[in-house]
């Protein structure tokens, strides 16, 4: 974390001390040594202590869900069989509402954040570089796929964003020209080996599991509001030594609590007490121990304190038996925190919500039980059982199973059976219980990967499109709570720690560019919200993909307006058909096709022809004006040309004025204009975009009713 809290930025460049009355406002001072505050925090942690054993039935429960998800055996069996089976229906089901809410979040165009503005205008450039970051910290495939994955087993969703930087070391080669005398000939260049640090920071976004999360009081409904009653939030650490000697060096804790906290670690053992869901996962991935030796279990606070006859938000870490390892001000110029928490099933009083998987965790337990119930009883089904009378057969040491055996017993004295087929039953079950799991967790058809059932009743097409639109609505649903509660507040929150913490030029992608240096705008921390309101834009992006039909039905009634029906308007369908064009092709081809013409380059005559005299080529833009051009670039090519780069030019405008002037040649009589019907090539009024006559398709192609689309229902045979 940068250290430039003791400074205040007037201009770009430019610092100044801070007053003795604004000494106060520094947000690196160490405020534990004050005795009231001191002794608040004392109290503050004893409520934390207190808060943690309140939820720890809730913890736990949350790790037995996240046993059902990692299709782990536990205590909760009531069967206890020679078969260890685990029926991974739960695992199933949050798998396809995971891929489902995440396409959904990060749509196929690559566009993910809105924006609005007070003055109308697209800030393009901030816009890129929270993309840029949204790549960067991988919030497709790390972030949002555990984050919801913990919204259905935990029934909370909470991320930290904080800033990080990296440092490389790199070392690359230069040449540079030796200094030389006069009249000595040229030398070969020098090639010289640098090495360079380079130091690369970006917002860090960590998933927090429910279980290291506490906000009081309970029956807060946001974190301002916990915090606002006197409340706090606080999130466990786990510091391993490496850890807390790092924090010592950048001055985040005290280094007197902080030595006297790592010779505890030298002989006490690990908090067992506390649930630790990263240790749980690592042992579901097959690897014995987490691998971080002892660690210290750190409590990190956010609480308002009152500080100089003034109510501030402050850090602490609390490093147990009442050492406290820190307290600072809100080190965030915005004063926000950077925790960022959402019930996925708001429950009234309550700030956490409950798991989905709470509802369904019995079921499993009894699919698991009916399962290995069945396979045990399969073995003895798979057997022929062989009844025969002793007093008969005297001699049934000598019926062997073997091919070709020989029996020395009478037949009507010897009979088989067969065990009772009850793994038969136990799929019924199964079947059951998976059908409860799916139908409770909101899963259909449409999200499951499915083999045809040869004895199941084919679906309608009625029936298909009725569960694709509940699988819409369930689905927008879901990702609506991601999207309000956690994406768009980690947008502003991102933004706001690049405008404190970079200084530096980023080049980032912006699309329909090959790339810009992206230096942030020069906006104060406390009216970012003000001038900008940044806004997760991936789900209505997938939403608008279904609207596609009807914008295009719209566009062919809208050309066919005349403008005297709508005085005072003007009709641009250019920012249409753009969002069209890039969400039809992504923003990697939909510039190339739709080109933005005001973003090319276009010069004075002039200047191109101090270019055109070195022999340089330049291209023609298609919005010059081409009679002005050739009509400077011919006087200036009497000077001379000869390269021939004046006639090159000149004849490029030439070609480019003869194309303006048959695009706006008038159609020939007889020919309707397009769109009017009969034979202009376009649609008729308000006509919608529909399956067309069949017509033969060159050798090779692919029939229509073999193209597979993921997102389309199958066609009814």
Not at 516 to 521: E, H, I, W, Y
Request: aromatic residues 6%.
């Amino acid at each position: 974390m940068a250290k430039r809290a003791s400074k205040i930025r007037t201009d770009p460049g430019e610092t100044r001390k801070l007053s003795p009355a604004e000494k106060k406002l520094d947000r690196a001072d160490e405020l534990s040594g004050k005795k009231d505050v001191k002794e608040a925090l004392l109290d503050i942690f004893k409520d934390i202590e207190k808060g943690f054993e309140q939820q720890a039935d809730r913890s736990d429960s949350n790790m037995d869900y996240w046993d059902c998800y990692n299709c782990e055996l536990n205590n909760k069996q009531f069967y206890n069989g020679t078969s260890q089976i685990f029926v991974p229906i739960i695992y199933n089901a949050v798998n396809a509402r995971k891929t489902r809410f995440v396409n959904q979040l990060f749509p196929q165009n690559g566009r993910y954040v809105e924006v609005t503005t007070g003055d109308g205008t697209l800030p393009q450039t901030e816009m890129a570089l929270l993309e840029h970051y949204i790549r960067q910290g991988k919030l497709r495939t790390r972030v949002a796929p555990a984050l919801a994955k913990n919204g259905d087993i935990e029934g909370q969703m909470t991320v930290q964003v904080t800033w990080e930087e990296t440092r490389r070391h790199v070392v690359y080669k230069q040449r540079s020209k030796p200094e030389i005398d006069e009249g000595v000939e040229d030398t070969e260049d020098i090639e010289d080996i640098k090495e360079e640090e380079i130091i690369n920071g970006a917002p860090h976004v960590e998933v927090i599991a429910d279980s290291d999360l506490l906000v009081l009081p309970f029956t807060a409904n946001s974190i301002a509001q916990a915090l606002a009653e006197g409340g706090s939030v606080t999130t466990l650490c786990r510091w391993t030594k490496a850890k807390i000697k790092k924090k010592m060096k950048e001055g985040d804790i005290d280094t007197t609590n902080a030595e006297a906290l790592l010779e505890e670690m030298k002989d006490n053992a690990k908090d067992s007490e506390k649930p630790d869901k990263a240790k749980e996962m690592v042992d579901a991935a097959g690897i014995k121990g987490d691998g971080r030796g002892k660690y210290a279990l750190i409590y990190r606070t956010w609480t308002m304190l009152t500080i100089d006859g003034e109510r501030r938000i402050c850090l602490a870490y609390y490093g147990g038996k009442d050492r406290i390892l820190s307290c600072k001000r809100n080190p965030y110029w915005s004063d926000r925190i950077d925790i960022i928490s959402a019930p996925t099933d708001k429950v009234d009083g309550s700030f956490k919500g409950v798991s989905r998987v709470k509802f369904v965790a019995d079921l499993q337990y009894q699919a698991n039980d009916a399962c290995n119930e069945g396979m045990d009883s399969a073995a003895y089904a798979l057997m022929p059982i062989v009844m025969t009378d002793p007093e008969k057969n005297p001699k049934t040491g000598s019926m062997v199973l073997a091919l070709a055996a020989v029996w020395e017993t009478s037949p009507t004295d010897t009979q088989f059976a067969k065990f009772p087929a009850l793994w038969k039953d136990a799929l019924e079950i199964i079947a059951a219980c998976k059908s409860e799991i799916f139908q409770s967790l909101s899963v259909n058809p449409a999200q499951i990967t499915q083999a045809a059932n040869p004895k199941s009743k084919k679906p309608s097409q009625a029936e298909i499109a009725n569960e694709q639109q509940i699988d819409l609505l369930t689905t927008a649903d879901a990702v609506t709570i991601m999207e309000d509660e956690i994406f768009s507040p980690m947008l502003a929150f991102m933004l706001e720690l690049d405008h404190q913490y970079r200084d530096k030029d980023l080049t980032v992608r912006e699309y329909g560019e090959t790339g810009m240096k992206a230096n942030m705008q020069e906006i104060p921390p406390l009216s970012l919200n003000k001038l900008y309101e940044f806004r997760w834009f991936g789900v209505e992006a997938a939403r608008n993909a279904q609207q596609m039909q009807q914008q295009i039905g719209a566009i062919n009634v809208l050309k066919t307006v005349p403008p005297q029906m709508y005085q005072g308007y003007k009709l641009d369908l250019g920012p249409v058909l753009s969002q069209m064009m890039e969400n039809l092709f992504g923003p990697r081809l939909a510039p190339l096709t739709f080109k933005d013409m005001r973003k090319e380059l276009s010069f004075e005559p002039q200047e191109e022809d101090k270019v055109l005299a070195e022999g340089f080529l330049t291209p023609v833009h298609p919005q010059d004006d081409h009679m002005k051009h050739i009509q400077d670039h011919m006087q200036a090519a009497r000077m001379g040309d000869p390269g021939g780069a004046f006639k090159v030019h000149i004849m490029a405008h030439l070609q480019a004025l003869e194309a303006m002037q048959m695009q706006s040649a008038p159609m020939g009589s007889g020919a309707p204009p397009a769109g009017a019907g009969g034979g202009g090539g376009g649609p008729r009024p308000g006509a919608m975009p529909a399956q067309g006559r069949p017509a033969q398709q060159p050798p090779g192609a692919i029939h229509a009713d073999q193209m597979k689309d993921p997102q389309a229902a199958p066609r009814v045979q």
